[in-house]
């Protein structure tokens, strides 16, 4: 196939609610979407995940837009790929910035499996024709309105509730919620919160048989969280230390978790994330797929991805509904007790409402 045009749009959506985590607020979800084009006309989606300050990895969307525009486009224009697999190859160059070639290889991907005439998730080798989903619910102003939202969940039929957690909102958070839920699959997500001073705070959170502990340490810090695993009973999930399959490899020569949140957008693409599966299904180390509040584009990819063998564990690929009025895609992702049915329509297996696309772009650029 052959690179013919992109385009690059900046969105601005607003969520239903605030969604609230250790290191802040985000209601109005400001983004990118990429379109490519290939030489016979096929257009194939992306979404650029990074949010408009750099809280969660250095990226912002202002970034993402630049390297776009400025490095990734050029380096794809007008060239010939064999596999959409290369792309990655291609953008070795260009340092970090993953969020940013996750946009834009992912978009090569739904092109070319249209281009196939084949839905992605197959195209990616997945076999799960059905994936088991879970919800993540943001810190909440009250102990009440948490226990609403949980409630809607589990009436909706998630199999599964991810609680947000930070200093001095952590055990008797987690306590009164196994109190309530005695049962329900629990996952803590501390967004880097914590450090090794507050071992016993984290010691504390064996008591209520989690599913996992989500990246209590620093982003950077594979060594730390090695040394907190040998003292908890909880598996630790990785999450924002691993942008990479060296870092995979690192973490598990240093035993450093149980379990890895595989998101495309934060390895740079679906190629990567794949990689990172498939050592991680050869290492018995369990793998999920997280979510960036993103919209359907990119929660369409994620679910793709979701269905390849290894994800065991319920992904945080909640339906549209949870998180946007109204969604750029037609059907919205939808859970059906518990689980999100895969789509046989070529490509991501949704289709794109051009409308609402042009209704919530604040800016485009054809390259």
Known sequence: MRIEKIVLREMNMTMKAPFTTSFGSVQEKRFLIVEVYDELGNCGYGEGEAFEAPWYTEETTA??????????????????IEHPREVTQFFKPIRRNMMAKSA????????????????????????REKIAVGVSIGLQPTTSQLYDKIDAALEDGYGRIKVKIKPGNDVQLIRAIRERYPDVPLMADANSAYTLDDMDILRQLDAFHL????????????????????????????????????????????????????????????EEARRIHDLC??????????????????????????????????GDTAGSDHYWYEDLIDPIVDVEGGYVHMKDAPGIGYKVNRERLDKYTERKLEL
């Open 104 to 127: 834009v290889e992912c978009a090569v991907w739904d092109a070319y499996a249209k281009r196939l005439g084949e839905p992605l998730w197959k195209v990616l080798g997945g076999t």
């Open 211 to 270: 599913m996992m502990i989500e990246q209590p340490l620093g982003a950077d810090d594979i060594l730390n969280h090695a040394k907190l695993q040998k003292e908890l009973t909880t598996p630790i999930c990785l999450d924002e230390s691993i942008h990479s399959y060296e870092d995979v490899v690192t973490a598990i020569e240093l035993r450093g978790c149980g379990v890895i949140n595989v998101k495309q957008a934060r390895v740079g693409g679906l």
């Open 63 to 80: 970034t993402c837009w630049h390297i776009i525009e400025s490095f990734l486009a050029p380096i794809l224009l007008n060239r010939d």
């Open 281 to 314: 299904l050869h290492h018995g180390i369990k793998v999920w797929c997280g979510g960036m509040l993103e919209s359907g584009i990119g929660r369409a990819h994620a679910v793709a991805l979701t269905s390849l063998e290894g994800f065991t564990m319920p």
